[in-house]
């Protein structure tokens, strides 16, 4: 499975690739990453994303991706 991992946290996201190893991720600290690999034509089946961001709540990124 694809999955786009969207987290300011850093112990969050290495934990996040730890938990799901058998899958193939991506892993990015901001909505604004993510939203690049989205523009970029990366396809994936899931997204998990941090509720409480600075820019952005995780809520909003996922309207927007």
């Given at each position: 499975?694809?999955?786009?991992?969207?987290?300011?946290?850093?112990?969050?996201?290495k934990?996040?690739?730890?938990?799901?190893?058998?899958?193939?991720?991506?892993?990015?600290?901001?909505y604004?990453?993510?939203?690049?690999?989205?523009?970029?034509?990366?396809?994936?089946?899931?997204?998990?994303?941090?509720?409480?961001?600075?820019?952005?709540?995780?809520?909003?990124?996922?309207?927007?991706?």
């Open positions: 499975m694809r999955i786009l991992v969207i987290d300011d946290n850093e112990t969050h996201r934990a996040a690739k730890a938990q799901l190893k058998n899958h193939e991720l991506t892993v990015v600290g901001s604004d990453e993510g939203q690049e690999r989205v523009a970029k034509g990366h396809k994936f089946e899931a997204v998990l994303v941090d509720i409480l961001m600075p820019a952005m709540s995780g809520i909003e990124a996922c309207r927007q991706i």
